[in-house]
């Protein structure tokens, strides 16, 4: 696969090759009808609906946004609950995916990309971010090599085989998680990317709330809670058989699952919640949660376990991701000792539950993932290294 890179780069440059007409199209309609204002800093990102990264996007627009800042949005939402949160930003907000997200005009994503690329160039804005958005990647090459361009990559997924071809207009990259940072430098090695990209990727872990410590009184059951969407990586299975284990050990713990809208999961100790959009809703979940529970066969850093420290939750999770990072067993939580063998965890998180059963070794757990999560996951260290990342490129 040594060559994989080169082919990639032929593949880019004859697609451009025969997109040049609509791009020049496009590029004549900015100049036709231009911006009707002057941004320093253009931001791009897929949607603006439920969802972890959205949260995070949000927050980031936040950090680089104001009035000379300009939020492009390019895929379809299934609704619109991070949409507010992106306004408070000050930036000027276009939703171009009625244009750039339709398989049937798909010529018209192609002039898209003439004409925002156009508006960029003219600009000349301090630096273009992309937050793991294709349109973003697909506008990088006709954009001036003088303008900086930043991506963000959460996770190694579809967009680690969609970059390759881009990496050569990526000013710096951002990763989440130092395991997806691996994965990606054995990308580079397997498919023959030069070894100096590598220094262009920084690593900024996401950001959560930290509250003040909280001091969980004993109750009666253990409260476990899970954050997330019941899609297929998060395995609610895993959870509904250790709620049943629990119930066959005698254990008094009791599940919690927000996310999740399927009540026939629901037993004598699990409950079901459905969608929760409000964030105070949330953060009542995490402040009595005793401990928040991940299952999932893939993750990059889940952001339940980041919040669940943050309000003194015991993590206990699969070793997916950065999660062998960042827990150890016994001291900030638990990690599983296998993603694969269903058995095993279900086993092994019957022996963590009564572990927690002690009074002081669960206050001990969640005192010391409080203190990780202050000293990590804080927006004042997520905001400064944003801050310090736009201050690195020279602008």
Request: proline fraction near 4%; glycine fraction near 6%; aromatic fraction near 14%.
């Amino acid at each position: 696969m040594g060559n994989l890179y080169q082919l990639y780069i032929i593949k880019r440059k004859l697609e451009n090759i025969l997109l040049f007409p609509l791009i020049l199209l496009g590029r004549l309609l900015a100049l036709l009808f231009p911006l009707k204002k002057y941004y320093t800093k253009f931001l791009f990102f897929p949607f603006y609906h439920t969802g972890g990264a959205e949260k995070v996007h949000a927050k980031i627009a936040n950090i680089y946004g104001g009035e000379k800042t300009i939020i492009f949005f390019t895929k379809k939402n299934t609704d619109t609950n991070f949409f507010e949160a992106f306004r408070e930003s000050g930036a000027t907000i276009n939703d171009i995916s009625a244009y750039t997200d339709n398989k049937f005009i798909y010529f018209v994503n192609i002039i898209f990309r003439g004409i925002i690329s156009g508006y960029i160039n003219h600009q000349k804005p301090s630096f273009v971010f992309n937050g793991q958005c294709n349109f973003a990647y697909k506008i990088s090459p006709w954009i001036r090599s003088t303008i900086p361009q930043l991506e963000l990559i959460h996770s190694f997924n579809s967009f680690s085989w969609i970059r390759p071809a881009y990496l050569a207009f990526i000013t710096k990259t951002i990763m989440i998680a130092e395991k997806r940072i691996d994965d990606h430098l054995q990308q580079y090695f397997s498919i023959g990317i030069p070894h100096s990209f590598k220094n262009n990727i920084v690593f900024i872990p996401n950001y959560t709330y930290v509250p003040n410590h909280i001091v969980k009184p004993f109750k009666e059951k253990l409260q476990v809670l899970f954050v997330g969407r019941n899609s297929p990586e998060k395995r609610i299975h895993l959870i509904a058989a250790i709620a049943k284990h629990c119930i066959k050990n005698s254990l008094p713990v009791s599940f919690n699952l927000v996310g999740i809208d399927n009540k026939n999961l629901e037993t004598a100790n699990l409950f079901v919640h459905g969608l929760v959009t409000k964030e105070q809703q949330l953060t009542d979940y995490y402040k009595v949660a005793d401990i928040v529970l991940i299952t999932s066969d893939t993750e990059g850093f889940p952001m339940a376990i980041m919040e669940g420290m943050a309000y003194s939750c015991v993590p206990i999770s699969t070793p997916v991701g950065d999660v062998p990072y960042r827990i150890t067993n016994g001291e900030n939580g638990y990690v599983f000792s296998s993603i694969t063998d269903e058995d095993k965890i279900v086993n092994e998180a019957v022996v963590f539950f009564t572990n927690l059963l002690s009074n002081t070794l669960r206050l001990q757990l969640q005192a010391n993932a409080h203190s990780y999560a202050n000293n990590n996951f804080s927006e004042a260290i997520f905001e400064k290294k944003y801050m310090q990342l736009a201050e690195s490129i020279g602008k």
